[in-house]
């Protein structure tokens, strides 16, 4: 079966703490993403990447940084992490090509404190 | 920028009816609409997608209508089932440069299934 693996589903960090997020897949997909999941608001784009070392921001990317650094792993960095960081976070990963659904992880449902 | 609407935001419905949820996109270079289901605690999973050259598609209960000329998709379940209880995601690609596209995402449909 396969898989998007998100390391915690649960996190509880700490004001200007650095967060690190990760996700791993083993489908051999070119394309990652991390969205957030906030009620009312739905899932909204924080960064992507095409392929290995490669990252594009999405439309939220203010506080946040991601790493690719191999094909099957890909993270979500919080750089200094505040209060309206507390969210779940969803990682996702799709074949290269303009039209295939994403596989999502189950989710990292973050507190900050 | 570009946009997906969806609606309801709830649906209550009785074991045996239908639901239908209704989304509508802004960007008219869309070209790809997946449906995602959310069962609690877990992540989305796709349950069905329709491509822009197709005007329905449909997978056992499950059936999605595609309206290029108003922007317009929808997703139908018959026969509901308490099982289907769950927060519905609808999608839209949103092209990027290079030739990539990301997918924008409707605020979701909590749906309850009454037995």
């Known amino acids: 079966d396969v898989k998007v693996t998100q390391s915690s589903r649960y996190l509880v960090k700490r004001t200007g703490e650095k967060v690190f997020l990760e996700c791993v897949q083993d489908?051999?997909?070119?394309?990652m993403f991390w969205y957030r999941q906030d009620p009312g608001l739905g899932l909204r784009l924080i960064y992507f990447?095409?392929?290995?070392?490669?990252?594009e921001k999405g439309d939220i990317p203010e506080g946040y940084s991601v790493s690719r650094e191999k094909k099957e792993r890909f993270s979500l960095i919080l750089e200094s992490a505040s209060t309206n960081q507390t969210s779940m976070y969803l990682c996702?990963?799709?074949?290269?090509?303009?039209?295939?659904?994403?596989?999502f992880g189950s989710g990292t449902r973050l507190t900050v404190v | 920028g570009e946009n997906v609407e969806q609606h309801p935001s709830t649906l209550s419905v009785q074991e045996g009816d239908s639901a239908v949820i209704k989304c509508t996109y802004s960007?008219?270079?869309?070209?790809?609409f997946p449906w995602y289901k959310q069962e609690l605690g877990k992540g989305p999973q796709l349950i069905i997608d329709?491509?822009?050259?197709?005007g329905e598609k449909k997978d056992q209960r499950i059936a999605v209508t595609l309206n290029k000329t108003a922007k317009h998709f929808s997703l139908h379940i018959t026969e509901t089932q308490p099982e289907d209880s769950a927060v519905y995601f609808c999608?839209?690609?949103?092209?990027?440069?290079?030739?990539?596209?990301?997918?924008?995402f409707g605020a979701g449909t909590r749906l309850a299934v009454h037995p």
């Open positions: 999608a839209a690609t949103s092209p990027l440069s290079g030739g990539y596209n990301k997918l924008i």
């Open positions: 996702a990963s799709r074949p290269a090509g303009l039209n295939y659904g994403y596989t």
């Open positions: 489908m051999d997909h070119e394309n």
């Open positions: 960007d008219s270079a869309s070209n790809y």
């Open positions: 990447s095409y392929d290995v070392k490669m990252k």
């Open positions: 329709i491509r822009s050259n197709v």
